[in-house]
């Protein structure tokens, strides 16, 4: 029986650990300054000489953790790899180590077979191969906290580019033919006096109907009109794609509306729509297309089982004049076998899944929506950490700034290098004032955020049944990740978080202590 017990103890031990690598991030090459890599190293190698770690690599990245592929991260990830001994990973904190979960799923496998240790030395977490639940839910909210800042702050820019299209401004680079120019410190777009003459008369020449698109190619090569991005002639596709744009006569597309925009049309609307009828035989401009102006809830949740590609939606109408919505493969990979699946079917088949697993009495509701509150009023450190950078990096520009007035009046340098400097140091100093306002405004957010996921899972049989498809679509968007359907099968993926409150027994991950009786 006592060898039993000391074979179990000895499964459970873990490698000795003595090396470490030391991780440290930034996600822009402006936040280098400031000592803000040097900071999080001087911590990491603190904590280090305390643990006896013996620090094999040293890793400063400048680069963000939520777009592209993280070369780099994955490089060390394949280092340590190789490791003949186990190695830690010292972060400052969980937001400058992941601001997603796509690497998870590696690191709990690294953590799982032991060749790693993860040492968060902020919110003073250690994660090992024998890590408890609400260790692992500590580090699954630290990044759910920093996945939300980073969404905090894409929706900023997202409200500022619907403002502007609201008001007619264009958000991205002009079309061929236009140009985009800053006038009195403020962006605009203006006609290209070299290539947009040579539009208009594509335009009054493709509309004659004695010219095909393979004509204009050779057009275009004649009259040496190129690509304003490539510099290259005009291609077919390009020509098409030119052909079919509304900016031409004074209209933006924008997320499938037509939007008027403030800039000077290089057509008018009767030209427009003639070439329109020489390309497809529309003859006028539609606020909507038909397809875009559907409301589909279950557009792009669901990819086909047997072939990948995604199911789109359509519209059925049948001789009543009753409608129905179908799910089909889009067949972008060539035939398929996959048949059109109703969306009532697919709708009460994720409510039966998702009502199923958030299945919450409201005492359990308001004890997590508690403890998620109190998680993040302690542990958002890096809202805190990235203001205090941004107000350290406000004090250093002005005493560059208080540096070159001294400098002036010392005679080290001329007046002209002094304004140039200043004008320079006016704007990095507007900037971080700004960076800073959206800082306070982001860390306001994020706690009612995090309430509004747990009041969303308790919610989960109302907003499915909603009438408001809006609704309907932006739940189903926010918690469903790479579903499928094969064949009249809907198989329901949840997101992270929302897949630890896949049922009332996993209260307990998210609480930590908490009492199991208050379920």
Request: proline fraction near 2%.
């Amino acid at each position: 029986m006592l060898e039993t017990k000391k074979s179990e103890i000895n499964f459970k031990k873990l490698r000795p650990c003595n090396q470490a690598i030391a991780f440290t991030r930034v996600s822009k090459h402006d936040q280098v300054e400031g000592a803000s890599l040097d900071a999080q190293m001087d911590k990491i190698e603190q904590y280090c000489d305390g643990h006896n770690f013996n620090i094999i690599q040293r890793i400063k990245l400048t680069e963000s953790s939520t777009r592209g592929s993280r070369k780099e991260f994955h490089k060390m990830l394949e280092f340590v790899k190789k490791q003949k001994n186990k190695t830690a990973i010292v972060v400052h904190c969980v937001d400058r180590f992941q601001r997603s979960f796509k690497e998870s799923a590696e690191i709990e496998e690294l953590l799982k077979e032991d060749i790693i240790e993860l040492h968060f030395w902020k919110e003073g977490l250690v994660l090992t191969k024998n890590s408890s639940s609400p260790d692992i839910t500590r580090w699954d909210m630290g990044i759910l906290s920093a996945k939300m800042y980073v969404g905090a702050l894409r929706d900023n820019v997202t409200r500022s580019m619907e403002y502007n299209w609201a008001d007619g401004k264009l958000q991205n680079k002009a079309p061929t033919g236009y140009i985009n120019i800053t006038k009195d410190k403020k962006k605009t777009v203006v006609i290209d006096d070299e290539r947009g003459p040579l539009v208009k008369k594509m335009f009054e020449e493709y509309a004659t109907g004695l010219y095909s698109l393979k004509d204009m190619v050779v057009w275009a090569r004649i009259h040496n009109l190129k690509s304003r991005f490539s510099n290259k002639t005009l291609c077919r596709a390009a020509i098409h794609a030119i052909l079919q744009n509304p900016f031409y006569c004074g209209i933006m597309l924008i997320k499938g509306n037509y939007i008027k925009h403030i800039y000077d049309p290089l057509i008018d609307e009767d030209l427009f729509n003639r070439v329109q009828e020489q390309l497809s035989g529309k003859a006028t401009i539609h606020t909507k297309t038909e397809y875009g102006s559907m409301d589909f809830a279950l557009r792009g949740l669901f990819h086909c089982g047997k072939c990948g590609c995604t199911m789109t939606p359509e519209l059925h109408t049948k001789k009543s004049g009753k409608q129905y919505s179908y799910l089909k493969c889009s067949h972008m990979h060539g035939n398929c076998d996959q048949k059109p699946i109703n969306e009532e079917m697919v709708f009460q088949q994720i409510e039966d899944e998702l009502v199923g697993s958030f299945h919450f009495t409201d005492k359990a509701l308001s004890a997590l929506k508690t403890s998620v509150r109190e998680y993040v009023e302690n542990e958002n450190g890096f809202n805190r950490m990235h203001k205090k950078q941004l107000q350290s990096q406000l004090t250093n520009a002005k005493n560059r700034l208080d540096n070159a007035v001294n400098m002036l009046l010392d005679g080290v340098i001329t007046k002209e290098v002094y304004e140039t400097k200043k004008h320079q140091l006016d704007n990095e100093i507007a900037e971080i004032e700004s960076q800073l306002t959206k800082c306070s405004n982001n860390l306001n957010e994020i706690g009612q955020i995090v309430e509004n996921i747990i009041e969303i899972a308790g919610n989960a049989r109302n907003l499915i049944r909603s009438s408001k498809m809006d609704q309907k679509s932006a739940f189903l968007k926010l918690v469903l990740s790479n579903s499928t359907i094969t064949d009249k099968k809907a198989w329901i993926s949840l997101k992270k978080p929302f897949d630890l409150l896949k049922n009332t027994n996993s209260c307990t991950s998210w609480l930590g202590q908490l009492d199991s009786n208050q379920y």
